[in-house]
């Protein structure tokens, strides 16, 4: 088992370092060949020292088990629309759609936590208010960490002003800053996240990729999520 301890990631006696990735589209595994092929894969994810995916409910309902098989863990991300947040009845649904996946989730090997991504734009949140929203992500938040799991939420550059004292970790996306902005952002997220860990995502591909993964482990992130890949080997491949 992983989880959060001070700066990092524990698993056992040992620092557990985050090198993710999510998985393109669909995960599909109806058959014995398109596991196999999925298994394939996330091994070859592991031979190159990625040590976590970042899926979505449907995709870790179909993959966590193979994710496990393949050396894996894996960070489920739960998806919330801004407007289930700010109606008493929206957010009774979502936290029983949350408390529902979580159930069927948390068992399963592997798995380091959840996060909840509710995409929301500078200007909505200056409308809307950060309390209210606040308030409503709080309530998702508790919801996971009463069944016994770490809970975050996925921050944007434009909206960290949402980070709350109830996140076991601090997870942000920071695509498009240079190295130099990186170091500024980072020095920024670990104020904000004291003695919690810090995972920084990379949604974009760029020429200095790399430079920006050693920046965000040189800074002591905890962990760092790579631009997304394909979820399946090629056809065949090593069967």
């Known amino acids: 088992m992983v989880v959060p301890h001070g700066k990092f990631f524990l698993r056992g006696a040992h620092k557990f370092f985050v090198k993710a990735v999510r998985l393109e589209g669909p995960i599909v595994v109806s058959d014995f060949d398109q596991k196999l092929r999925t298994l394939v894969r ?14 979505s409910e449907e995709q870790a309902e179909a993959a966590i088990d193979l994710a496990a098989l393949g050396g894996l863990y894996v960070l489920v991300e739960l998806t ?6 700010l109606t008493r009845r929206g957010l009774r649904g979502a936290e029983a759609w949350i408390e529902a996946a979580v159930h069927s989730l948390g068992g399963r090997t592997g798995l380091l936590g959840f996060l909840i ?30 069944a016994g799991f770490a809970a975050g939420i996925h921050h944007r550059i434009e909206t960290r002003a949402l980070a709350l004292g109830e996140e076991d970790f601090i997870y942000s ?33 760029s020429p200095g990729g790399d430079e920006l993964i050693a ?7 905890a962990g760092v999520v790579e631009p997304a890949v394909s979820a399946a080997a090629a056809p065949y491949a090593r069967l």
């Open 42 to 55: 996330l091994e070859e994810l592991y031979r190159d020292h990625t040590t976590a995916l970042v899926l």
């Open 80 to 85: 919330v629309d801004l407007e289930q947040l």
């Open 117 to 146: 991504d509710c995409p929301i734009a500078e200007g909505t949140l200056h409308a809307y208010g950060i309390k209210p929203i606040r308030e409503g992500l709080r309530r998702l938040l508790r919801t996971i960490r009463d």
């Open 173 to 205: 996306d920071a695509s498009g800053l240079s190295p130099a902005e990186l170091r500024d952002y980072l020095a920024a997220m670990h104020n904000v996240a004291d003695a919690r860990p810090v995972i920084i995502e990379f949604q974009r591909s």
């Open 215 to 221: 920046t965000a482990f040189g800074m002591g992130a």
